[in-house]
């Protein structure tokens, strides 16, 4: 079984087939199926595990339609702070950023950390600064400026509660999500990449559970990869990523026993809404959520690309 594979989300919430277009639907899955085309090519040449999940954040941050990269949400005070983190699975070596307000790509920036820096995590001001030793590319703020979020953000900046973009309950049509994207490449190695704008009307310099490796995101040959989406703070104190790791390696918990552990009752006991996807080294792979729907896809060498969206 022991091909290479490609899993991505596009976020968990509150979706709703009853509320959800054709046309927007196709949109959606056209996202999805851009982000595992470009993480595949690079696996089927061979290339890193590590490689084809940076590839395919690159494609879902890049489209305006999730919640990450270009579509990031908006924080109370109208700005887009942007969270990402990538993990390889061989060594274990993992990089991190928060906060970042002008990078066109967090994950290339995390991936820098990882690979160019002594650090796992750089925040704000300071992981900006890095990204400039780095060739790592700035926009404006006109570049981030997608309407539809603005307007998520007006709907409830006067309440002071955050919300997971893709659980706007009086806006169904208007649910975008975080991304992520976890492979095993050729050589047999995992690894796992989560981005995200974080929840809408966030403040304070709120970080979510992407940033965090062991909470939204943790890779381990021996074990799995997994990238987390739904209420952060739920999932840091779950530490749901690396938890599901520790079930398998320690309990020896199959991918799918631990996936539901973890999802379907502790994280449902917690009151956390949310899923994740995880594949294992044998090439197991497990997409699952406790929401009413996930933005999500996967794609095996040698098989059809398949995607979901609803509970099916
Ligand atoms: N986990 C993200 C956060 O809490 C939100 C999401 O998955 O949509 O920042």
């Known amino acids: 079984m022991n091909k290479h594979c490609i899993v991505v989300h596009g976020g968990a919430g509150t979706i709703l087939k009853s509320t959800m277009s054709p046309?927007?639907?196709?949109?959606?899955?056209?996202?999805?199926?851009?982000?595992?085309?470009?993480?595949?090519?690079?696996?089927?040449?061979?290339?890193?595990?590590?490689?084809?999940?940076?590839?395919?954040?690159?494609?879902?941050?890049?489209?305006?339609?999730?919640?990450?990269?270009?579509?990031?949400?908006?924080?109370?005070?109208?700005?887009?702070?942007?969270?990402?983190?990538?993990?390889?699975?061989?060594?274990?070596?993992?990089?991190?950023?928060?906060?970042?307000?002008?990078?066109?790509?967090?994950?290339?920036?995390?991936?820098?950390?990882?690979?160019?820096?002594?650090?796992?995590?750089?925040?704000?001001?300071?992981?900006?600064?890095?990204?400039?030793?780095?060739?790592?590319?700035?926009?404006?703020?006109?570049?981030?400026?997608?309407?539809?979020?603005?307007?998520?953000?007006?709907?409830?900046?006067?309440s002071g509660a955050t919300q997971m973009d893709h659980s706007d309950k009086a806006q169904p049509q208007k649910k975008f999500g975080t991304v992520g994207a976890v492979a095993l490449d050729l050589h047999g190695n995992l690894a796992a990449a989560t981005s995200t704008g974080g929840m809408t009307n966030k403040q304070y310099g709120r970080a979510g559970d992407t940033p965090i490796i062991g909470a939204g995101t943790y890779a381990n040959n021996r074990t799995c990869a997994i990238s987390c989406t739904g209420h952060g703070e739920f999932f840091i104190r779950a530490v749901v990523a690396y938890d599901i790791s520790c079930l398998i390696e320690y309990k020896n918990y199959t991918l799918k026993q631990a996936c539901d552990e973890v999802v379907n009752k502790k994280l449902v006991k917690f009151g956390g809404e949310g899923g994740l996807i995880g594949l294992d080294a044998q090439g197991h792979a497990e997409l699952v959520f406790n929401s009413d729907g996930m933005y999500r896809g996967m794609k095996r060498a040698g098989e059809d690309f398949v995607l979901g969206i609803y509970r099916e």
């Open 23 to 158: 046309e927007l639907e196709k949109l959606y899955k056209q996202g999805l199926m851009d982000a595992l085309t470009a993480g595949n090519a690079v696996l089927e040449q061979g290339g890193s595990a590590p490689d084809a999940v940076e590839a395919a954040i690159i494609q879902l941050e890049d489209n305006p339609m999730y919640n990450a990269g270009r579509g990031a949400v908006f924080t109370h005070d109208g700005k887009n702070e942007m969270d990402a983190s990538i993990m390889d699975g061989k060594d274990l070596t993992a990089g991190a950023v928060a906060g970042v307000t002008h990078i066109k790509n967090p994950i290339k920036l995390a991936r820098a950390v990882k690979d160019k820096s002594e650090f796992v995590l750089l925040c704000g001001p300071g992981a900006e600064t890095f990204a400039k030793t780095q060739n790592i590319v700035f926009e404006n703020d006109a570049y981030f400026y997608v309407q539809q979020r603005y307007d998520q953000l007006l709907q409830i900046r006067d």
